[in-house]
T-cell receptor, first 114, second 113 residues
Framework: DVKVTQSSRYLVKRTGEKVFLECVQDMDHENMFWYRQDPGLGLRLIYFSYDVKMKEKGDIPEGYSVSREKKERFSLILESASTNQTSMYLC?????????????FGSGTQLSVL | AQTVTQSQPEMSVQEAETVTLSCTYDTSESDYYLFWYKQPPSRQMILVIRQEAYKQQNATENRFSVNFQKAAKSFSLKISDSQLGDAAMYFCALMEYGNKLVFGAGTILRVKS
């Protein structure tokens, strides 16, 4: 079974802190994605990557950056956490096909910024 | 731009009954994929069913089936013989060729015993 592992299930941080959310997949997937999930808004794409050291902005990249130094790992970075970044963060991965239709998701990290 | 709308924030169904979750979408493409994902309390997103836009036949997966109306841009999910384990948040999603997956706001499904 494909496994997408997010390092923390719950995280509490202070305003202004630098926050790292880690995601690792074990299926040699080329594509990796970071979404945030908020009530009433569904999932919104923050950043994605189609290859090592490659990144593309999604719909809501402001306040975030990413790092992909190795194929299996995709990190989301909040340079200076703010309260409006309190949310559920979901990582996903897939093979590179014309349609990235089969996404595999991690179990999410619930981040609270106080 | 791709958009997905789920107009039902919450739905309830009695165990063993049938329920239909609604989804409408907008895209300028003729070729795309549509999906229903389930997110139980464990938060693990699970792909329930998918539909290729070029296929006229509605997709089915056991108790789950879709009603795909391409002209109306409608993609509803029907769950037959509802079970307690079906209780979850359900997301409708759209993907255009070579593009990213866009999700709706979700529908919470409650199953009553």
């Amino acid at each position: 079974d494909v496994k997408v592992t997010q390092s923390s299930r719950y995280l509490v941080k202070r305003t202004g802190e630098k926050v790292f959310l880690e995601c690792v997949q074990d299926m040699d997937h080329e594509n990796m994605f970071w979404y945030r999930q908020d009530p009433g808004l569904g999932l919104r794409l923050i950043y994605f990557s189609y290859d090592v050291k490659m990144k593309e902005k999604g719909d809501i990249p402001e306040g975030y950056s990413v790092s992909r130094e190795k194929k299996e790992r995709f990190s989301l970075i909040l340079e200076s956490a703010s309260t409006n970044q309190t949310s559920m963060y979901l990582c996903a991965s897939s093979f590179r096909t014309a349609y990235n239709e089969k996404l595999f998701f991690g179990s999410g990290t619930q981040l609270s910024v106080l | 731009a791709q958009t997905v709308t789920q107009s039902q924030p919450e739905m309830s169904v009695q165990e063993a009954e049938t329920v239909t979750l609604s989804c409408t979408y907008d895209t300028s493409e003729s070729d795309y994929y549509l999906f229903w994902y389930k997110q139980p309390p464990s938060r693990q997103m699970i792909l329930v069913i998918r539909q290729e836009a070029y296929k006229q036949q509605n997709a089915t997966e056991n108790r789950f089936s879709v009603n795909f109306q391409k002209a109306a841009k409608s993609f509803s999910l029907k769950i037959s013989d509802s079970q307690l384990g079906d209780a979850a948040m359900y997301f409708c999603a759209l993907m255009e060729y070579g593009n990213k997956l866009v999700f709706g706001a979700g529908t919470i499904l409650r199953v009553k015993s």
